[in-house]
């Protein structure tokens, strides 16, 4: 098998879908990249098993044939390599692998290509079109939330439930929680599944920057994604999501309104003395008047601001991780928030002021218990 | 706090406990168990029942009775194996019918809660209306009964609960918590358990009546502080919130081996998986404690604990598993074979202040 190739156009490619190569793979085997020539079309599959990406890339050739290259060892040398047309000679018998530079050749010891893993094949789905930037923001909007206790597979990745009104985007490590519904994206039938936060990692690096119609497919055990030249199958988390619609308190009498931006590098300020394990912060809330405190008792360190805000409700003090607050506060993009809260031990909702039509966002984050509430 | 008769009749509680809940679950499963005598446990000879169905129970078998004797007791009682995940599982669904209701939930076990419903998510007033819709929705998704008892606190909803079982609803209303309790025998009351209801007994006290004429002074003197509880439930009052977030005092895993154990190997060899247990909830809820306790059970039934403590909370499961191994090798040989083995770690972070601690969504 033989064909030419752009050092360039290669290197992209393989660099778009490399994110799924681990570099310990439960099988060697999956430390390679998968080629298949087929006239002039090059097919590269990578996988990890749980997630398998694909592309295709145009060569010069005239061929047909299968070979699993190194993926480290042919990066590197790609990324080596100036721009030019490169060619691979591959030896189907011994599974050798030349590639021809105009600096000169490099042999791999490639493996044999029957061993690598079959993709799952994704048919009778329900399937969904979507623009990149409305997955690309739901993915970005949510993912930071999610749970890495792999004791709660379910938490560990994204609940997608998709409707014929909109998509709602939920994740949560019982810590906090999000819910990002937009009504740009919808499917003639309802449908929901968990994705794993790795693939939506996966899928967000590797999303055009310019905007594109990108392909969903779903079924009770992958979800199909496809745009541009990649395509990319992922396998479902199959557990039972948390009922978080019942985890968000709905009567919230205390409402506080506060300057996003100007909250956030406050609690930024106010972090660095508060105690390094719990990152605890305080915020004492009186009519149109927020202070948010902290202090380190090992280190007698302790701070104290005083923000101008609007604030609805009966006085009260709340204690939050700041690490939490000020995550959410960063992923969010509007001027103003509302905070809702009911009680010192109970859920508070972050909620943007100014959000698009489209959009619908809520956060949520539990509280650290103060001293002074028992 | 001192209860005024406003302040005491203001909350609505309920508690709610599942009928003969695991034996319950293998007769729904497995039709051949109904209306036979059902123990969930080991059959072998070494098992604890962990649970009777109704018509075991009538033979006098109680759960946390050696399978032996249960054998003894009825010769055709039929044991099945337990399945936790089950069990959990309907747990799980129980609890999300509670939760459309209050989020303060305080689970005692898989099968048995008190809710607060003074104030409800769905703005019921009445808190037998609430008790009925939850029996009647466990029922329809679990296909399994519960008995609920309501009132204005914890031990009343709790003995109310216990009434009318199975598939019983009692109602206690403001007022009659008192005349309720006074007729009742002291062992009948959550928080006397068999050793106190004997010492009661020599005492001449036998019902909540005879309770209620000792004064706080007495109790107290016979009781500790405990007697200031006693004094109180006699008179159907207990101040006692709804915790969502119940603390724990300890976390343990024990297991009785299907053959005793005589080599510290063998010893060692059984510990290992309770130290995992152990360990695996201490990450899960990153509480941690200061104390490793090991248990051995003799075949003669002779309990040997011994424990060991560190100034801070172990988060390393390395220590744990070193304290622990230390532990069993400074009393082997054991006197005597061993039957069962249990690591339980106590003096857990959240039993000190409570300031700092992350709350954790209720799922």
């Given at each position: 098998?033989?064909?030419?190739?752009?050092?360039?156009?290669?290197?992209?490619?393989?660099?778009?879908?490399?994110?799924?190569?681990?570099?310990?793979?439960?099988?060697p085997?999956?430390?390679n990249?998968?080629?298949k020539l087929?006239?002039?079309t090059?097919?590269?599959?990578?996988?990890?098993l749980q997630?398998v990406?694909?592309t295709?890339?145009?060569?010069?050739?005239g061929?047909k044939g299968a070979?699993?290259v190194p993926?480290?060892?042919?990066?590197?040398?790609?990324?080596?390599l100036?721009?030019?047309p490169?060619?691979f000679?591959?030896?189907?018998?011994?599974f050798?692998t030349?590639?021809?530079?105009d600096?000169?050749?490099?042999k791999?010891?490639?493996?044999?290509p029957?061993?690598?893993?079959?993709?799952?094949?994704?048919?009778r789905?329900q399937?969904?079109?979507?623009s990149?930037?409305s997955?690309?923001?739901a993915?970005?909007?949510?993912?930071f939330?999610?749970?890495?206790?792999?004791?709660r597979?379910?938490?560990?990745?994204?609940f997608?439930?998709?409707?014929?009104?909109n998509a709602?985007?939920?994740?949560?490590d019982?810590?906090r929680?999000v819910?990002?519904r937009?009504?740009d994206?919808?499917?003639?039938?309802?449908?929901s599944?968990i994705?794993?936060?790795?693939?939506?990692?996966l899928?967000?690096?590797?999303?055009?920057?310019e905007?594109?119609?990108?392909?969903a497919?779903?079924?009770?055990?992958n979800a199909f994604?496809?745009?541009?030249n990649?395509?990319m199958?992922?396998?479902?988390?199959?557990?039972?999501?948390?009922?978080y619609e019942n985890?968000i308190?709905?009567n919230n009498?205390n409402t506080?309104?506060?300057?996003?931006?100007?909250?956030?590098n406050s609690l930024?300020?106010i972090?660095?003395?508060s105690?390094?394990t719990?990152h605890?912060?305080?915020?004492?809330m009186?009519?149109?008047?927020?202070?948010?405190s902290a202090?380190d008792?090992?280190y007698?360190?302790?701070a104290?601001e005083?923000?101008?805000c609007?604030?609805?409700?009966?006085?009260?003090?709340?204690g939050?991780?700041?690490?939490?607050?000020?995550?959410?506060l960063?992923n969010?993009?509007?001027k103003?928030?509302?905070?809702?809260?009911?009680?010192?031990?109970?859920?508070?909702?972050?909620?943007p002021?100014?959000q698009?039509?489209?959009?619908?966002?809520l956060?949520?984050?539990?509280?650290?218990?103060?001293?002074?509430?028992? | 706090?001192?209860?005024?008769?406003?302040?005491e009749?203001?909350r609505?509680i309920?508690?709610?406990?599942?009928?003969a809940?695991?034996?319950?679950?293998?007769?729904r499963d497995?039709?051949?168990?109904?209306?036979?005598p059902v123990a969930?446990?080991g059959?072998?000879?070494?098992?604890v029942?962990?649970?009777?169905?109704?018509?075991?129970?009538?033979?006098?078998?109680?759960s946390?009775?050696?399978s032996?004797?249960?054998?003894?007791?009825?010769?055709?009682?039929?044991?099945?194996?337990?399945?936790?995940?089950?069990?959990?599982?309907?747990?799980?669904q129980?609890r999300?019918?509670?939760?459309e209701?209050?989020?303060?939930?305080?689970?005692l076990?898989?099968?048995?809660?008190?809710?607060?419903?003074?104030?409800?998510?769905?703005?019921?007033r009445?808190?037998?209306?609430i008790?009925?819709?939850?029996?009647?929705k466990?029922?329809?998704?679990?296909?399994?009964?519960?008995?609920?008892?309501?009132?204005?606190?914890?031990?009343?909803?709790?003995?109310?609960s216990?009434?009318?079982?199975?598939d019983?609803?009692?109602?206690?209303?403001?007022?009659?918590?008192?005349?309720f309790?006074?007729n009742?025998?002291?062992?009948?009351?959550?928080?006397?358990?068999?050793?106190?209801?004997?010492r009661?007994?020599?005492?001449?006290?036998?019902?909540?009546?005879d309770l209620?004429?000792?004064?706080?002074d007495?109790?107290?003197?016979?009781?500790g502080?405990a007697?200031?509880?006693?004094?109180?439930?006699?008179r159907?009052?207990d101040?006692?919130?709804?915790?969502?977030?119940r603390?724990?005092k300890?976390?343990?895993?024990?297991?009785?081996?299907?053959?005793?154990?005589?080599?510290?190997?063998?010893?060692?060899?059984?510990?290992?998986?309770?130290?995992?247990d152990v360990?695996?909830w201490?990450?899960?809820?990153?509480?941690?404690?200061?104390?490793?306790?090991?248990?051995?059970?003799?075949?003669?039934f002779?309990?040997?604990?011994?424990?060991?403590s560190?100034?801070?909370?172990?988060?390393?499961?390395?220590?744990?598993?070193?304290?622990?191994y230390?532990l069993?090798e400074?009393?082997?040989?054991?006197?005597?074979?061993?039957?069962?083995?249990?690591?339980s770690?106590?003096?857990l972070?959240?039993t000190?202040?409570?300031?700092?601690k992350?709350?954790?969504l209720n799922?």
């Amino acid at each position: 098998m033989k064909f030419v190739v752009s050092s360039s156009v290669l290197l992209k490619q393989l660099s778009a879908i490399n994110g799924v190569v681990s570099t310990n793979p439960i099988v060697p085997i999956l430390e390679n990249f998968l080629f298949k020539l087929e006239g002039n079309t090059l097919t590269v599959t990578a996988s990890d098993l749980q997630t398998v990406m694909i592309t295709e890339i145009e060569v010069e050739a005239g061929d047909k044939g299968a070979i699993a290259v190194p993926a480290k060892l042919l990066l590197d040398t790609l990324r080596g390599l100036p721009e030019q047309p490169i060619t691979f000679n591959v030896d189907e018998e011994t599974f050798g692998t030349e590639i021809v530079s105009d600096n000169g050749r490099y042999k791999l010891s490639g493996e044999n290509p029957i061993d690598f893993p079959k993709t799952p094949s994704v048919n009778r789905g329900q399937s969904v079109e979507l623009s990149s930037a409305s997955l690309a923001t739901a993915i970005s909007n949510t993912i930071f939330a999610t749970s890495t206790d792999d004791l709660r597979p379910a938490m560990t990745g994204v609940f997608v439930q998709i409707g014929t009104e909109n998509a709602t985007f939920v994740a949560t490590d019982g810590h906090r929680l999000v819910r990002y519904r937009r009504s740009d994206i919808k499917s003639s039938s309802d449908t929901s599944m968990i994705i794993q936060r790795k693939a939506l990692n996966l899928l967000k690096s590797c999303l055009p920057s310019e905007d594109m119609v990108v392909k969903a497919e779903f079924t009770s055990s992958n979800a199909f994604f496809s745009f541009g030249n990649i395509r990319m199958i992922c396998r479902l988390i199959d557990e039972r999501f948390p009922d978080y619609e019942n985890a968000i308190p709905t009567n919230n009498p205390n409402t506080l309104t506060i300057n996003r931006a100007e909250m956030l590098n406050s609690l930024k300020r106010i972090s660095i003395y508060s105690n390094r394990t719990t990152h605890q912060v305080r915020l004492k809330m009186t009519l149109n008047d927020l202070s948010i405190s902290a202090e380190d008792l090992d280190y007698s360190n302790e701070a104290n601001e005083r923000l101008m805000c609007e604030y609805n409700g009966d006085d009260m003090e709340i204690g939050f991780n700041a690490k939490f607050l000020i995550e959410i506060l960063s992923n969010l993009t509007c001027k103003n928030v509302t905070f809702e809260l009911s009680a010192p031990n109970r859920a508070g909702l972050i909620i943007p002021v100014e959000q698009e039509d489209y959009e619908d966002i809520l956060m949520l984050v539990m509280p650290v218990m103060l001293n002074t509430y028992a | 706090m001192e209860a005024g008769p406003d302040k005491e009749y203001s909350r609505k509680i309920i508690h709610i406990d599942m009928d003969a809940f695991f034996a319950s679950v293998e007769q729904r499963d497995n039709p051949e168990l109904r209306g036979k005598p059902v123990a969930v446990g080991g059959g072998s000879e070494r098992g604890v029942v962990a649970a009777a169905s109704y018509e075991a129970r009538r033979y006098g078998v109680r759960s946390a009775m050696s399978s032996r004797i249960a054998k003894r007791k009825c010769p055709h009682l039929i044991f099945v194996k337990h399945r936790f995940e089950v069990y959990k599982y309907v747990s799980g669904q129980i609890r999300e019918i509670f939760a459309e209701y209050t989020p303060l939930i305080e689970p005692l076990s898989l099968d048995e809660a008190y809710l607060d419903v003074t104030e409800n998510l769905k703005g019921m007033r009445s808190a037998t209306h609430i008790a009925q819709e939850i029996k009647y929705k466990i029922k329809k998704a679990t296909s399994l009964t519960a008995s609920a008892g309501v009132s204005y606190n914890k031990f009343l909803a709790k003995l109310a609960s216990d009434h009318r079982k199975p598939d019983g609803l009692f109602v206690v209303k403001p007022g009659e918590g008192e005349a309720f309790v006074a007729n009742l025998p002291v062992e009948q009351f959550h928080g006397i358990g068999r050793v106190t209801a004997e010492r009661m007994h020599q005492l001449g006290i036998r019902t909540g009546l005879d309770l209620r004429a000792q004064t706080e002074d007495f109790l107290r003197k016979h009781f500790g502080k405990a007697g200031g509880h006693y004094y109180k439930i006699s008179r159907g009052q207990d101040d006692r919130p709804v915790e969502p977030d119940r603390v724990r005092k300890s976390v343990g895993s024990e297991n009785t081996f299907e053959r005793d154990l005589e080599t510290l190997a063998e010893m060692q060899l059984g510990l290992a998986p309770l130290i995992d247990d152990v360990w695996k909830w201490c990450e899960r809820t990153r509480i941690f404690g200061r104390t490793v306790t090991v248990k051995i059970k003799l075949n003669d039934f002779q309990n040997l604990t011994r424990s060991r403590s560190s100034l801070l909370p172990i988060k390393d499961y390395a220590f744990i598993e070193q304290m622990a191994y230390d532990l069993l090798e400074e009393n082997f040989p054991t006197p005597r074979p061993v039957r069962l083995l249990g690591v339980s770690i106590s003096n857990l972070e959240d039993t000190q202040p409570y300031e700092g601690k992350q709350l954790t969504l209720n799922f």
